[in-house]
């Protein structure tokens, strides 16, 4: 006998914090966003920001109108360093270190909570949204490119953690012996030279001129600068190289480029292509190079499917019959 999901037999409460806004969303079994709101800037940090995380999920499960028994579970995507047991071990940003924001959740909330580093759960997200419509992608790297450079690894259909739960941070790859100090504390990260700061930061010590954003930057480039278009160039060289190499170690299907940055310059995403691709001849056959599918959602069905793995540990095929239909 075939049974069928009721997708709207019950909710997950997600929330993204990748910024520069805090974005909260329901989602049903089917992995739909029926709801999506965005919250102001996220200006503050620590315990002021876990308050306005855990009344904003709070407020949107009132705002819809959805029992607490309809909730299966919470499930937050969020920059930094996410050890197994959901700590946020280092999210300097956020001004977290070492907070176990899954435990202080599931106490206020009383619900199953799902803490993920936000590059793993959008890569997790594009690979269940690739399941569902579209086609089976079983190797994929989906790699974020906005304030800072992340990225994660689905293996085998699977979700690649590393053994502590922290793979992914292709953002901290060293391109330049002698490069800018990052974030981290090191020197010559491909965040120094491809994020959007590194971007707008290279433009104007080029160009002697201050510029607001990489909207702005992404605009003159459009229009006709050379310099702009350059700079972007330059950075996507950088990275379309790290992408490459990624591609002759892991043999992807698929390679899906988000963040603000690649899903604003086409000349960026143009680059990396071309870049990316100077692999092994075979290594490239079947390879999909593409544009993020679900932009600013995919975080948010990202932890929503790792609740649902949580929930009912058995394969994809059973659980979401089209998954199968569209790959037998
Ligand atoms: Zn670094």
Request: proline content about 2%; glycine content about 10%.
């Amino acid at each position: 006998m075939l049974l069928e999901v009721n997708p709207v037999g019950g909710y997950f409460l997600a929330a993204d914090l990748t910024g520069p806004s805090l974005c909260f969303g329901i989602v049903d079994l089917s992995l739909q966003v029926v709801t999506m709101q965005t919250s102001k800037e996220l200006c503050s940090q620590g315990d002021k920001l876990y308050t306005q995380l855990r009344d904003g999920l709070l407020r949107l499960q009132d705002d819809c109108k959805i029992k607490s028994r309809n909730v299966l579970g919470v499930g937050v995507a969020t920059p930094g360093l996410i050890g197994s047991d959901g700590t946020v071990l280092e999210a300097d940003n956020l001004g977290w270190h070492h907070f176990n924001l899954r435990e202080h959740l599931e106490k206020d909330l009383s619900s199953l909570v799902i803490v993920q580093n936000d590059s793993n759960a959008a890569a997790y997200g594009e690979f269940q949204y690739n399941s569902l419509h579209e086609m089976r992608i079983d190797n994929m790297l989906y790699v974020s490119v906005d304030t800072g450079v992340g990225s994660g690894l689905v293996f085998n259909g699977q979700l690649y953690r590393g053994a502590r739960g922290l793979a992914g941070e292709v953002g901290h790859i060293k391109v330049s012996s002698d490069g800018l100090q990052c974030t981290c504390g090191r020197r010559g990260c491909l965040e120094t030279v491809s994020s959007a700061p590194g971007m707008i930061r290279d433009y104007q010590q080029k160009s002697g001129r201050l510029i607001e954003s990489f909207y702005e930057l992404a605009f003159r480039a459009n229009s006709g600068d050379v310099l702009a278009a350059s700079v972007i160039r330059e950075a996507a060289e950088v990275t379309g190289v790290v992408i490459a190499n990624h591609i002759n170690m892991l043999n992807l299907d698929a390679v899906v480029l988000g963040g603000g940055v690649c899903m604003t310059s086409d000349l960026f995403i143009q680059v990396i292509r071309e870049y990316a691709k100077d692999t092994l001849p075979e290594l490239r056959e079947g390879l999909v190079v593409r544009r993020s599918s679900l932009g600013s959602q995919a975080g948010l069905i990202g932890v929503a499917s790792l609740s649902i793995n949580y929930l009912f540990p058995i394969s994809s095929d059973v659980l979401f019959p089209r998954y199968a239909a569209t790959n037998s």
